[in-house]
């Protein structure tokens, strides 16, 4: 049995984890406050956990978020603790009992130190993903010097991630994880169009309307995929496909999916801590495989980076998506043997 937990932001982890679950014959068992998918590949549970960040409620009946009961870093030991957090207790709660009954091989942590920490703690082997960004810190330091295996999502060689030099024995370097790894690529059957796509909530709604009237102005038709409040798709592969150039934050598995598709794309990357997706998009940029520039930029701006994406040619080989969740599978499988 591997025991598997996802984090809770956004959904690129829980895709992460399903594109790999193919590739494994163990049964898992997941562990996650985030809703559990529509389906699930068999021999997989899912275990919803309460959440660790809600506001709290005390004695006095005075309601308290939870960065107000006390140091949630433990002195900047972990990144998150809270003191005394129903929600925070429970979960890893439910984790010791799991693991108490349960003959685990091993568990994948995707991601949270404390997670790694506590479950190494009960003497589980662990394996953890590494990020882009900064992740020199104290924490970050003490998961990757608990894991067993640490899986970096990404080409050797293509971001600079200091803090895993020194523990190149244990990193698997296995490249881009996507959901859509051996799907054929067609066109649709308006394929001479020029058609724009945007993924998700890369740009704020105004920010959305008035881009899309530039392209509109340009001759560009625009999709979006998960951009608005109406519009999220199941199955986004035809519209990646058929799309003559993407609008993509940096993310990890969003650009995966556009290495996946071979996209011309521009990369807007958000605000995440650490860092993450700027590292990302300084990466994509300067090995040439997107265009990129900061999300606030104009609607100008923008409608200009896709004419210029549209005239490329990228070779996305490099960032190696292909057969990446099987390798990302196997790195597991060395540990859970």
């Given at each position: 049995?591997?025991?598997?937990?996802?984090?809770?932001?956004?959904?690129?982890?829980?895709?992460?984890?399903?594109?790999?679950?193919?590739?494994?014959?163990?049964?898992?068992?997941?562990?996650?406050s985030?809703?559990?998918?529509?389906?699930?590949?068999?021999?997989?549970?899912?275990?919803?956990?309460?959440?660790d960040?809600?506001?709290?409620?005390?004695?006095?009946?005075?309601?308290?978020?939870?960065?107000?009961?006390?140091?949630?870093?433990?002195?900047?030991?972990?990144?998150?603790?809270?003191?005394?957090?129903?929600?925070?207790?429970?979960?890893?709660?439910?984790?010791?009992?799991?693991?108490?009954?349960?003959?685990?091989?091993?568990?994948?942590?995707?991601?949270?130190?404390?997670?790694?920490?506590?479950?190494?703690?009960?003497?589980?082997?662990?394996?953890?993903?590494?990020?882009?960004?900064?992740?020199?810190?104290?924490?970050?330091?003490?998961?990757?010097?608990?894991?067993?295996?640490?899986?970096?999502?990404?080409?050797?060689?293509?971001?600079?991630?200091?803090?895993?030099?020194?523990?190149?024995?244990?990193?698997?370097?296995?490249?881009?994880?996507?959901?859509?790894?051996?799907?054929?690529?067609?066109?649709?059957?308006?394929?001479?169009?020029?058609r724009?796509?945007?993924?998700?909530?890369?740009?704020?709604?105004?920010?959305?309307?008035?881009?899309?009237?530039?392209?509109?102005?340009?001759?560009?038709?625009?999709?979006?995929?998960?951009?608005?409040?109406?519009?999220?798709?199941?199955?986004?592969?035809?519209?990646?496909?058929?799309?003559?150039?993407?609008?993509?934050?940096?993310?990890?598995?969003?650009?995966?999916?556009?290495?996946?598709?071979?996209a011309r794309?521009?990369?807007?990357?958000?605000?995440?801590?650490?860092?993450?997706?700027?590292?990302?998009?300084?990466?994509?940029?300067?090995?040439?495989?997107?265009?990129?520039?900061?999300?606030?930029?104009s609607?100008?701006?923008i409608?200009?980076?896709?004419?210029?994406?549209?005239?490329?040619?990228?070779?996305?080989?490099?960032?190696?998506?292909?057969?990446?969740?099987?390798?990302?599978?196997?790195?597991?499988?060395?540990?859970?043997?």
């Amino acid at each position: 049995m591997i025991g598997w937990y996802v984090h809770h932001h956004g959904w690129g982890h829980r895709t992460r984890t399903q594109a790999i679950r193919r590739h494994l014959d163990e049964d898992v068992t997941v562990f996650s406050s985030l809703p559990a998918p529509a389906t699930l590949d068999s021999g997989t549970t899912w275990i919803r956990l309460p959440a660790d960040a809600d506001p709290v409620v005390g004695a006095d009946g005075i309601r308290r978020e939870a960065h107000e009961l006390g140091d949630v870093t433990a002195g900047g030991a972990l990144h998150w603790a809270p003191i005394g957090h129903d929600g925070h207790q429970t979960r890893l709660a439910m984790i010791a009992d799991w693991i108490a009954r349960t003959p685990v091989s091993a568990f994948v942590v995707d991601v949270s130190v404390e997670v790694t920490a506590f479950v190494r703690l009960l003497g589980v082997p662990t394996v953890v993903f590494a990020q882009p960004g900064d992740r020199s810190d104290a924490p970050h330091r003490l998961g990757h010097d608990l894991a067993d295996r640490i899986v970096a999502p990404w080409a050797e060689g293509l971001f600079d991630a200091a803090e895993l030099s020194d523990r190149r024995e244990r990193v698997r370097h296995v490249g881009a994880i996507s959901r859509h790894d051996g799907r054929d690529r067609h066109a649709g059957a308006d394929g001479d169009a020029r058609r724009v796509l945007f993924l998700s909530r890369t740009l704020d709604p105004p920010q959305l309307e008035q881009t899309t009237e530039q392209l509109t102005a340009r001759g560009w038709m625009v999709e979006t995929a998960g951009a608005r409040d109406d519009d999220r798709v199941d199955d986004v592969w035809p519209m990646l496909c058929r799309a003559t150039v993407v609008v993509s934050a940096a993310g990890l598995n969003g650009v995966a999916d556009l290495a996946a598709a071979g996209a011309r794309a521009v990369v807007l990357p958000q605000d995440r801590p650490f860092g993450e997706q700027e590292h990302t998009a300084r990466v994509l940029q300067s090995a040439g495989f997107a265009h990129t520039a900061p999300a606030d930029s104009s609607p100008e701006h923008i409608a200009a980076l896709v004419e210029r994406a549209a005239a490329s040619t990228p070779d996305w080989t490099g960032w190696g998506a292909r057969g990446a969740a099987a390798r990302a599978a196997h790195a597991i499988q060395e540990v859970a043997s």
